[in-house]
């Protein structure tokens, strides 16, 4: 449709910066930070007008390239983008260009932490962009090597040691991506005889109309690609890592794992679970609807016993989790449509969270909640961002965080009346951590101690003036990000109009 | 009778007897760097020479002796491999003793002994090669005649090896009293299932393991590789290993094709062992080489369960793996020879700060533990990822389940090293200094694992041509 390689260019401007970045002298501080923002900004201002350009009233994938990569085993350096991808590359560009801000008081070591911070948001990028799973595979664990190595050199150790945090971190996704990985091979091995094969998304996900994937094979398949995505999106119960992994890191990473990485679980159940492999995801759904509910309320209750305020919103973002895994289980266009503009409102949120938290720890040298208090008065703007990521997170109308939820919860209900209510109970959950948390921390009465903190300023306001915009933006617009989503929903739909038959775990009981 | 078949051969033989001679004429006191750089500009020439060997497809001496494309490809990898063990290496082998002349003719003699290994086509030019290779490192490995750990792993590995060729040795013998050939492709036509046939299959088949330190056969691998010279210790890990995978493939596919229903669970129990002593055992090492010589073990895991395919794709797959074996290992061996040559020992503590001290060699070692882990985008992934396909395909994914598993528990202690590099602070201040020529090999290994891991067709398809030519 358009001759020019967009997303190979926003693929490639990170990768210049990285390489640009490597040859540059340790010592040109501030030279190395501006590149990197340069080069985020650049590949943002690409993906807005990406955004602004896809045709949403044709949907489907735009900004096709296509060049054969390895023909034997049919591999094709295939990109494209929908409507269930665009958001989350946006998602993962407005989030990279805050983090690149939010940590721009690192000295140490500033040039080895913005080339691997740089090399987490091409990994993202990557599993967004591609259109072939093996293209998909190369990006998907590119993020995980680099976060071991930022918890460990620049990140700190409160309740667990960084080095233990970091080591769960990595075990808990690798491992995850190990059964994926057979996952995959199964799915490859399995959709077409020898000779026929190839990685595309889109030929694969031709493969169950053909007939070509059994169910049992489906059945079996998805397991092990549940058993990775879950992991990485910390599904229960492979959520451990999160919150020890999220306190351990330092801001930018906390922000880029729970804002952005996280999500490619969600897009890798519905891109490769959903579009590829139905009956297997019909076949489970009921599991994971019955484990979404457990994420939800677990994690509130384990949220409202939390004093650290990078465990609470760590817990917190697991037990968001729940609300995107019930969409996706519910099955129906309305519930997944929600999920994944939930995937959206949850990573703008938890990152503009995480932002101000790294502001807060700067200034007062604490993260535990008790010993916070009436912040409001010296740190206005610190405590805008925390209200309006507070706000989003406990779906305040307004805000980019209730209409997603509502419309999972439509969506939902209708399959799994029980589940979705008991879902519904933990946003009282969420509103109750919360608002404590808000209250405890901002407001109060004024505290001598904290009088010498200044206010955020230059470029820390960047990611809170950004991604609160966001927040507002999409709250008040909800139509610019349920548009597009809406708009990739037309092969899932075509889908799931024929999976009403089909057969499901134990026979339906948990409906 | 085709005596150019066998000219690399000859070249590489001529080339160590010049650099032996040469060492004799050079005044006592005179650096011997320049030998060096003569074996390596020699094998540089062969290498380009062997690409001119490319489609021929003929035999020697009654078919005892075959240059085709799967001998080729094996060649020009042991080549490639000395060359570049030889480049890294230069510092380390001058500190190590006076006699470098005759270090280097050793080794190119060794060089040779695998190169008759891949073009073996009988059980016997298979033994020679072998041996050939195997008794020069017996000598190499006890090189360093100041450390008693090099005089022990010296005689660990004769008294070990010479076992092992014994028993290889034996199975050969049944074999051949059973078949009345030692031509591998008439055993073939002469091939039944009788128990004698077995056990001379089964004595040869462990004689093979015990070259690639396949589990139960590993246990000289550790001490070995601990004590002998890092050049030494670095061409046991990717070369030897290499040339008992192209005997192992050309017997068992060429030879044994017809008894796959009795080797083939027995291989996969062998592969999975491997992969789980491997790697397991790998955990709890302090010494560089020693965690290097637990992850071959693993490794050769790896490859081997490529074996189980018993077709074109788990030969690719195989050939392929081996290639980017070498290229990973080749990077983390220049990487502990570099930091030896600085502290003068091979702890993993010793790696500490290097991140601050050396960046690029930090960056290197990362990348070639992960692309031995298999992490993408780095070459093990797709080396995995094209081995498990093949036995995915034949019904084997258990084993490519375990092994992908496995492979992500690895990256713990690699993770370990990594922490070292890159958290912990340098023990001193001390400038360090690498040589020229090893930066030149741990960028070249860098690159080609990326490389490799990114964009695989064209090593693919030589292999795959390799692997065809089997059949």
């Known amino acids: ?511 | 009778m085709n005596i150019a078949l066998l000219t690399s051969e000859i070249a590489v033989v001529i080339l160590a007897l010049l650099i032996i001679v040469f060492d004799l004429l050079m005044p006592r006191q005179e650096a011997r760097r320049s030998l060096g750089y003569f074996a390596v500009c020699g094998l540089l020439g062969i290498l380009v020479y062997t690409f001119n060997q490319h489609g021929a497809s003929a035999t020697v001496y009654h078919g005892f002796f075959v240059v085709d494309k799967f001998a080729l490809f094996f060649k020009q990898l042991f080549i490639v491999a000395t060359i570049l063990t030889l480049l890294f290496s230069f510092d380390y082998i001058e500190g190590l003793t006076h006699n470098t002349g005759e270090f280097y003719a050793l080794l190119l003699l060794s060089l040779v002994g695998m190169m008759v290994m891949a073009s073996a086509n009988d059980l016997l030019t298979v033994f020679v090669g072998l041996e050939l290779m195997t008794i020069i490192f017996y000598i190499l490995v006890g090189f360093d005649l100041r450390s008693s750990k090099s005089s022990e792993a010296g005689t660990k590995y004769l008294i070990l090896g010479s076992a092992a060729s014994a028993v290889l040795l034996y199975g050969m013998s049944w074999v051949y009293g059973f078949t009345g050939s030692i031509v591998l492709s008439e055993i073939a036509a002469h091939i039944t299932a009788s128990p004698a046939m077995l056990l001379g299959l089964g004595l040869m088949l462990a004689g093979f393991c015990f070259k690639m330190s396949i589990v139960p056969f590993h246990m000289w691998a550790p001490d070995v590789y601990e004590g002998a010279p890092i050049p030494v210790t670095a061409m046991l890990a990717m070369a030897s290993k290499a040339a008992g995978v192209a005997v192992l493939l050309r017997v068992f596919l060429v030879a044994f094709a017809d008894l796959q229903a009795y080797w083939l669970t027995i291989v996969s129990l062998l592969a999975g062992l491997s992969m789980i002593v491997g790697i397991i055992v790998a955990i709890w090492q302090t010494n560089t080489k020693r965690m290097l010589a637990y992850s071959s073990i693993a490794q050769a895991g790896y490859i081997l369960s490529g074996l189980l395919a018993a077709d074109a794709a788990g030969v690719k797959g195989m050939l392929f793996y081996a290639v980017l074996y070498m290229v990973a290992n080749v990077g983390a061996f220049a990487v502990t020879t570099a930091v030896n040559n600085q502290y003068g020992s091979d702890k993993i503590d010793d790696l500490s700060g290097l991140s601050q001290k050396s960046p690029f060699l930090a960056v290197v070692m990362t990348v070639s533990l992960l692309s031995m882990a298999g992490l993408p985008p780095m070459a093990g992934f797709v080396g995995k990822m094209y081995i498990f396909m093949a036995i995915t395909d034949k019904g084997y994914f258990w084993i490519a389940m375990l092994g992908l598993v496995m492979s992500m528990v690895s990256v713990y202690y690699y993770m370990l090293v990594v922490k070292v590099m890159y958290s912990k602070e340098a023990k001193n201040q001390q400038e360090f200094t690498a040589s020229v020529s090893l930066r030149i090999v741990a960028l070249i290994s860098l690159i080609a694992t990326l490389f490799i891991g990114i964009y695989p067709g064209p090593l693919a398809e030589l292999a795959n041509a390799a692997a065809r030519s089997l059949w």
Not at chain 1, 301 to 323: E, R
Not at chain 1, 374 to 382: D, F, I
């Open chain 1, 1 to 511: 449709m358009v001759d020019f390689p967009l997303l190979t260019t926003i693929l490639l401007t990170p990768i210049w910066g990285i390489l640009v970045l490597s040859f540059m002298p340790r010592e040109a501080d501030k030279t190395i930070k501006m590149i990197s923002a340069v080069t985020m900004a650049i590949a943002l201002g690409l993906t807005l007008y990406a955004y602004w350009a896809y045709d949403v009233s044709l949907g489907g994938l735009q900004y096709i390239e296509n060049v054969p990569w390895i023909t034997e085993l049919g591999v094709s350096y295939a990109l494209g983008v929908d409507g269930i991808s665009l958001p989350l590359l946006l998602l993962t560009m407005l989030v990279g260009f805050s983090t690149i801000f939010v940590s721009w008081n690192v000295e140490k070591r500033s040039k080895e932490f913005f080339i691997q911070l740089l090399l987490l948001v091409v990994g993202a990028i990557g599993t967004f962009v591609s259109q072939d799973l093996f293209i998909f595979l190369l990006f998907y664990e590119l993020g995980i090597i680099p976060s071991y190595i930022m918890v460990v050199v620049w990140g700190s150790s409160e309740r667990v040691s960084k080095e233990y945090a970091a080591m769960k971190l990595t075990i808990y996704l690798l491992l995850g991506s190990a059964f994926m990985l057979a996952g995959v091979i199964a799915l490859y091995v399995n959709a077409f005889p020898a000779g026929m094969r190839t990685f595309s998304m889109q030929v694969l996900a031709q493969a169950h109309m053909m007939g070509n994937l059994s169910e049992d094979v489906q059945v079996f398949t998805f397991f092990l690609l549940l058993l990775g995505f879950g992991s990485t999106l910390s599904m229960w119960p492979f959520y451990s890592w999160a919150p020890d992994g999220y306190a351990a890191a330092p801001t930018g990473v906390s922000m880029l794992h729970a804002g952005v990485l996280k999500k490619i679980g969600g897009y890798g159940l519905i891109r490769i679970g959903l579009l590829i492999l139905p009956l297997g995801v019909k076949f489970w759904a009921p599991f994971i609807a019955f484990f979404a509910v457990v994420n939800v309320l677990y994690a509130a209750f384990v949220t409202i016993a939390q004093k650290d305020l990078k465990y609470i919103v760590g817990y917190s973002s697991i037990s968001h989790m729940g609300y995107i895994l019930i969409g996706f289980a519910a099955l129906n266009v309305i519930s997944i449509d929600g999920a994944i503009a939930n995937m959206f409102a949850h990573g703008i949120m938890s990152a503009l969270f995480f932002a101000m938290i790294g502001l807060v720890y700067d200034k007062t040298n604490t993260r535990q909640v008790l010993s916070l208090g009436g912040l409001a008065h010296q740190m206005p703007r610190v405590a805008t961002g925390f209200m309006l990521a507070g706000m989003s997170s406990l779906g305040l109308p307004g805000l980019a965080g209730f209409i997603p939820e509502f419309t999972t919860f439509v969506g939902a209900f209708k399959v799994y009346p029980l589940h979705t209510l008991l879902a519904i109970s933990g946003i009282v959950f969420t509103a109750l951590y919360i608002l404590r948390v808000l209250a405890n921390v901002l407001f109060g009465p004024r505290r001598a101690e904290f009088d010498t903190c200044r206010d955020a300023s230059g470029v820390e306001l960047v990611s809170l003036v950004l991604l609160g915009t966001v927040l507002v933006v999409v709250g008040v617009f909800p139509q610019l990000l349920m548009g597009m989503v809406n708009s990739g929903m037309e092969p899932v739909m075509a889908l799931l109009v024929k999976l009403h038959v089909t057969p499901t775990l134990l026979g339906g009981v948990f409906q």
